[in-house]
């Protein structure tokens, strides 16, 4: 993640600290011990972190530009559900310490009293049910089916309405409780009932590249009015076609491989799983929904776009790219020839394992000869061994000076990460986007 600063940064550090800061003048600082209230204040912070994290997942296009860009606004909302289920445990484990010096079994009865104090099996309750759908996302028992694992988030919702009722029940404020679960609850409302419905926009295919084997482009074209998106932003797609093997209904992100003053949208699709897999073998014709546009991959600062008066100095940029992560590039690549300012001059190296793989390429390399901002250099794995810095340095000489993006495999962005701090790039300078986020 990255650690500049956005906008949208201080609304939820504020939705976050306002149970503390309206709860915390109210308790009866030790009064059962110091250690008690500081329990009482994990707890807080707890579903606190619970009730921010499901307001992250609204999802509404554009508003993720608060925040850094969607893959910024998941990663908060893992970190958030993961420290709400450790302060939870941290909650029960201080209680139990607080009140162990008066006895054990005051300690035993504390956590695990009569069932007439349903208050607090209400919190037990939702801790099991936090415990049962956060599991998988932090890799106990192994991982599930991307689709299994986002049903069994729906938990989600249970586990909220019952820690609500164990907070209410004890605490000392109301109302901050039920603004901060109104506003999570209308944030998965929007997200599984409303969006579909509303957000979601019908597209057709019109045509379907293929482009190598596994990899095709798809062609839209909306009905009616089309989304609006700048170089580098990406989608979420479900396809309407029932005679698909797979992945009916099922909404997926793809990066956005057209220029943005295109009338279609162009969407470049590997074929990795069951949907990619039968989404490969769509038929003109088909039907489509989109919803977007979402990331900020190409923005450097606030809200500016290479190409579109970012605030940045005029620095020159190094595109990396590994297999179908060229999509951002490909579509920053199309800006330059669609659009009247060809943009800060761009390096590609386009990585691949073999030439065949390079799809793209012919593409890419016209409009390098066309465009003086442009230059695409193919690597191949398979001839040259890994990329090095001799490599970079022979075909880009002033590459560490250069603004980079990065895109492609978890291992190639490491390596390259790497590479590029070992030279000397400031972390600050180096963006990637992640194509396996969950
Ligand atoms: C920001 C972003 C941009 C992307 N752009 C492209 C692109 O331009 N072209 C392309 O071919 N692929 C792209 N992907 C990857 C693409 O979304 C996955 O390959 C696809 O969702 C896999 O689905 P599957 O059922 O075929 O495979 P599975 O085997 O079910 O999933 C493979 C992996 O893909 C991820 N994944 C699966 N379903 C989803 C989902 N609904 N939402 C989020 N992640 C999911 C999970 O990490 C999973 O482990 C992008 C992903 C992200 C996050």
Redesign the pocket.
């Known amino acids: 993640m990255r650690l500049r600063g956005y906008p949208g940064d201080v609304l939820i550090l504020g939705v976050f600290l306002l149970p503390v800061i309206v709860t915390a003048p109210g308790l009866p600082w030790g009064s059962q011990g110091w250690l008690y209230s500081v329990a009482e204040m994990v707890g807080v912070l707890a579903l606190s972190a619970f009730l921010v994290a499901g307001m992250l997942s609204a999802r509404i296009p554009g508003t993720d530009r608060w925040f850094g860009g969607l893959?910024r606004v998941w990663t908060m909302h893992r970190w958030l559900g993961f420290s709400a289920f450790m302060l939870v445990m941290v909650h029960v484990l201080l209680l139990a310490f607080a009140t162990l010096p008066f006895s054990i079994s005051r300690s035993i009865e504390t956590l695990f009293p009569p069932l007439s104090q349903w208050e607090v099996w209400a919190g037990w309750a939702a801790f099991v049910t936090l415990l049962i759908f956060i599991a998988p996302t932090l890799g106990f028992f192994g991982t599930l089916?991307?689709q299994h694992w986002k049903r069994l988030h729906l938990l989600s919702v249970p586990t909220l309405v019952l820690a609500l009722i164990h907070t209410l029940m004890l605490a000392s404020v109301a109302w901050v409780w039920w603004l901060l679960s109104a506003l999570a609850l209308a944030a998965i409302a929007w997200r599984k009932v409303l969006s579909p419905r509303l957000a979601r926009k019908p597209y057709v295919v019109e045509e379907v590249d293929t482009l190598v084997r596994d990899v095709v482009e798809l062609r839209l074209r909306p009905r009616g009015k089309g989304i609006r998106w700048q170089a580098g932003q990406?989608v979420y797609l479900s396809p309407m076609d029932r005679s698909l093997a797979a992945?009916y209904g099922?909404?997926?992100?793809?990066?956005i491989a057209s220029a943005s003053g295109d009338d279609e949208l162009r969407?470049?699709?590997?074929a990795?799983?069951?949907?990619?897999?039968a989404l490969v073998n769509i038929k003109p014709g088909a039907e489509v929904r989109i919803e977007g546009p979402y990331?900020t991959f190409f923005e450097t600062t606030g809200f500016g776009v290479p190409g579109s008066g970012s605030q940045e100095p005029q620095r020159k940029q190094l595109w990396l790219a590994g297999g179908?992560g060229i999509?951002p590039f490909v579509s920053g690549a199309r800006e330059k020839m669609t659009s009247t300012d060809a943009g800060r001059d761009a390096c590609l190296f386009y990585l691949a394992n073999r030439p065949e793989r390079a799809y793209y390429l012919d593409e890419l390399v016209r409009i390098a000869e066309a465009c003086d901002t442009f230059a695409v250099h193919a690597h191949y794995m398979n001839e040259n061994g890994v990329i090095t810095r001799d490599y970079l340095a022979r075909h880009c000489p002033d590459f560490a000076e250069r603004e980079v993006y990065l895109c492609g495999p978890p291992g190639m962005i490491a390596h390259l990460r790497a590479l590029l701090r070992h030279e000397g790039v400031p972390a600050n300078r180096i963006h990637t986007?992640?194509?396996?986020?969950?």
């Open positions: 893959v089916h991307y990406f992945g099922e909404e997926h992100p793809y990066t969407i470049g699709i590997k990795v799983g069951d949907a990619t897999r990331g179908i999509t986007e992640a194509f396996d986020f969950l």
